[in-house]
């Protein structure tokens, strides 16, 4: 059944607009707080969010709703999504929560739920807590007594910028590099320069003056061009772009050239290949990732699982088949050896590592296979099913025809907008491009008919 709050990330949306008021937000806090209730223990939650100015309204709705379930809220402010995944665990809390729309504009918002192992709700968990939220649970709610109490903590900074150099051997330093990190006036604003300035890196931050409204405007890793332009004015030999919450990356080596999460999840995958330390002998993606990925894993002999679009099925993927290495084209890159989620700082210093262990150029390292040709659109919809259209099914039927066994074609609606993405890849860029535009006038004659 379809879900009404819930997407592929969370409950996601405009912010002050359904669902993202602060009268959901608050229920959320009382159903999620209920759902993970068990003992008779003091219950917490730790409550992190990134820079947009909606935060403020959803934080104090969210904290209302989880007191109003008895539970004690710990306060952690702008702080990256995998932070919040991590301190789950490291204070012991039955839930976590980011409230974050990623890398979505400011005026859009989000609320990120994890267990108390630090991993994404499951669809069941989640469809537990949607089904709550359109109930009366006041009967359910703590009495006077139990209350929930709340509270800011500080050192959170600390703790994560210590557990991300961490992830680096003790041995290894970054002196003698260059970097310049753009921070997408995000979650990861403080925290990233201090990380790469720790482990002896020459730092140019930019991007790190977050107004609310400013989150990846024009900047972080879904605008990597003003990183680019930065890299070659200040001759840097990498800069590393994060989101608005800092749970996807993407670098840009020395000449300005974009690598992507397909890129990165390469070289990551080669590297602990030939150290011994890649697990289950393969790497998880989604369907969204280049079929040149795959080429490349085979040529090592490794696997590539894929999932549908979304992290926490890379997640579920990786932990069902025991790897270690997965994540989505876009730059969201999962190690289970460190995190529960995408951590797009942690996958930026393995990035780094391999750089210091060849002691070549970025440009030399990082692409590490050639892409196939690949074309995403997307259409913009209001509302209607035209998937479902008998011209539109004709049309992809088609193109399946065409490209055969020669390519790909992934069609899917967004988990998070109002859009249908159409992707194809094939060796011929031509006939990638036109069965892509052909789909896409496809469903745009089909809507505009609706």
Not at 312 to 321: D, F, G, Q, T
Not at 322 to 335: P, T
Request: proline share 4%; with cysteine.
């Amino acid at each position: 059944m379809a879900k009404k709050y819930f997407g592929t990330d969370g409950i996601r949306g405009r912010a002050n607009r359904f669902p993202m008021t602060a009268e959901i937000a608050m229920k959320v806090g009382m159903a999620a707080g209920l759902s993970f209730q068990n003992g008779s223990h003091r219950h917490r939650v730790v409550l992190g969010k990134d820079t947009r100015l909606s935060g403020y309204m959803i934080e104090n709705a969210l904290v209302s709703g989880f007191c109003a379930a008895g539970m004690d809220v710990f306060l952690l402010g702008p702080i990256p999504t995998p932070a919040v995944a991590m301190l789950v665990r490291s204070l012991r809390a039955d839930i976590g929560v980011m409230i974050s729309a990623s890398h979505n504009p400011y005026h859009d918002n989000g609320i990120k739920l994890f267990g108390p192992d630090g991993y994404k709700l499951s669809d069941k968990i989640e469809g537990r807590i949607e089904a709550m939220l359109d109930k009366e649970v006041e009967l359910a709610l703590a009495d006077n007594g139990g209350l929930g109490r709340a509270k800011r903590v500080d050192g959170v900074h600390d703790r994560y910028i210590e557990f991300a150099k961490r992830t680096l051997p003790r041995s290894m330093s970054l002196a003698g590099l260059r970097i310049v990190v753009d921070c997408a006036n995000g979650a990861a604003y403080k925290v990233a320069p201090a990380v790469l300035w720790e482990l002896g890196a020459e730092v140019v931050p930019i991007h790190v003056e977050p107004n609310g409204v400013n989150i990846n405007e024009e900047c972080g890793s879904t605008h990597p061009m003003s990183l680019a332009k930065k890299v070659h004015e200040v001759r840097a030999d990498i800069g590393i772009a994060l989101d608005g919450d800092a749970d996807r990356v993407v670098i840009v080596d020395e000449n300005g050239t974009v690598i992507d999460g397909d890129q990165i999840m390469g070289l990551i995958a080669r590297s602990w290949h030939e150290m011994g330390r890649l697990a289950g002998g393969g790497v998880v993606a989604t369907v969204m990732s280049n079929l040149g990925l795959e080429r490349f894993l085979g040529d090592l002999k490794l696997d590539l699982h894929r999932v549908k679009v979304g992290d926490r099925y890379v997640v579920e993927r990786m932990r069902a088949s025991g790897l270690n290495v997965g994540g989505e084209q876009s730059g969201h890159v999962v190690l289970s050896d460190f995190s529960t989620t995408g951590d797009g700082l942690v996958a930026a210093l393995q990035v780094l590592a391999c750089i210091k262990r060849q002691g070549k150029p970025a440009s030399e390292v990082c692409k590490v296979f050639e892409p196939v040709p690949q074309l995403l659109k997307n259409v913009r919809i209001s509302g209607g099913k035209p998937l479902e259209s008998a011209p539109v099914k004709a049309v992809i039927a088609d193109a399946e025809a065409r490209l055969g066994d020669k390519g790909r074609l992934v069609i899917r609606p967004s988990g998070t907008e109002p859009l249908i993405r159409v992707m194809a890849e094939a060796d011929d860029p031509s006939l990638v491009e036109s069965v892509v535009d052909e789909i896409v006038h496809a469903i745009a004659d089909s809507k505009n008919a609706a």
